[in-house]
């Protein structure tokens, strides 16, 4: 199948597109490399260096390549980012979106023509009643980011009625695993691991005791992969359910990365979630996936890579 991938240079849609690719499938990346790089891009893949806000190129591209699927994960993915300077993050993530969609709809081509796309439980739910929170939780999103990857949801629900076409949106919990950028503001894996390596003490935020719903990039790739068969017109959470601390995933980057020394502790940030994981039960039943990879294994393969 004939495959577009955006955001294909960054961390997730990259190994997706590495996947897909392995399974002999044709795939184009694009990619403005806002947050990516041109190394992570699979050398057999065709690479477009393109914005997803300039519906000009985006439209270029479709008609050249017309896809079956698209694959969408361009997005500008921090929370912080979005809170000091919100406007970006809609451009791209809200508006961007548009455009992929309206190409796709107008010059995608084939009998199964679906767009897979990446959103978020975290930042869409806020900080739950009920943890795993599923499916049914309540939107309550806590920044912009959050807010711009719903209406993204939205926006794809719009537009593949409209044309036509399947979707599938996937609300992750916290991915992590090589190629995250250890200079990023998300992925505390990647962080902690970047400057333990270089001998740095890294910062937990609030008393070590705040906890997220942490999955390893190869089960990620795996529901992305069963998805090309798999599910239609469906919002599944693809969440292991379990809640880890931070000072769990200190102490297991630490012994991975040989690093003896203790966290610094500094005042929780305002508008963080304390608590959240979210059920991948719906995951399981539509599309036979789950978490399989324990976390110190993930952090483990982690450390060792990055
Ligand atoms: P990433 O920053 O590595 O990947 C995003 C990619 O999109 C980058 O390569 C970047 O250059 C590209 N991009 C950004 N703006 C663009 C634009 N205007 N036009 C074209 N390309 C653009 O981040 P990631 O962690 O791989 O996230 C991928 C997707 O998954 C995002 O949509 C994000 O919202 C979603 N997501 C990630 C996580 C996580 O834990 N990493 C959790 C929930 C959702």
Redesign the pocket.
């Given at each position: 199948m004939k495959i577009l991938i955006?955001?294909g240079?960054?961390?997730?849609?990259s190994h997706i597109a590495d996947k897909y690719i392995n399974l002999g499938h044709k795939v184009a990346v694009?990619?403005?490399?806002?947050?990516?790089f041109r190394r992570n891009v699979n050398k057999k893949a065709s690479f477009y260096k393109?914005?997803?806000?300039n519906k000009i190129a985006i439209e270029i591209i479709f008609k050249k390549e017309r896809p079956e699927i698209v694959n969408h994960?361009?997005?500008?993915?921090e929370v912080v980012k979005s809170l000091r300077d919100p406007i970006p993050t809609f451009e791209?993530n809200a508006l961007?979106t548009v455009n992929v969609l309206r190409a796709f709809g107008e010059y995608g081509l084939g009998k199964n023509k679906k767009i897979i796309f990446?959103?978020?439980g975290g930042a869409i739910y806020g900080q739950p009643d009920k943890i795993p929170a599923d499916e049914k939780t309540p939107a309550v999103p806590l920044s912009p980011y959050g807010l711009s990857?719903l209406l993204g949801e939205e926006i794809i629900k719009f537009y593949s009625d409209y044309y036509g076409f399947k979707y599938l949106i996937f609300r992750?919990p916290?991915?992590y695993g090589p190629r995250?950028?250890p200079k990023g503001e998300?992925?505390v894996v990647a962080i902690f691991s970047g400057l333990m390596k270089s001998g740095q003490r890294p910062t937990i935020y609030g008393n070590g005791t705040k906890t997220r719903d942490y999955v390893y990039i190869n089960d990620i790739i795996n529901a992305n992969a069963i998805a090309l068969k798999k599910g239609a017109n469906e919002i599944l959470n693809l969440g292991s359910g379990k809640e880890t601390n931070d000072k769990k995933i200190y102490y297991l980057t630490a012994k991975y990365a040989e690093f003896k020394e203790k966290p610094i502790y500094a005042p929780a940030r305002k508008g963080e979630v304390y608590k959240i994981a979210i059920s991948g039960k719906k995951a399981q039943k539509v599309l036979k996936w789950q978490a399989k990879t324990n976390i110190e294994t993930g952090i483990k393969n982690t450390v060792k890579k990055l």
């Open positions: 955006t955001g240079a960054g961390f997730i849609a694009v990619d403005n490399l806002a947050t990516g393109a914005d997803i806000r994960h361009a997005a500008i993915a791209t961007g990446s959103s978020t990857k992750y916290n991915v995250q950028n998300a992925g």
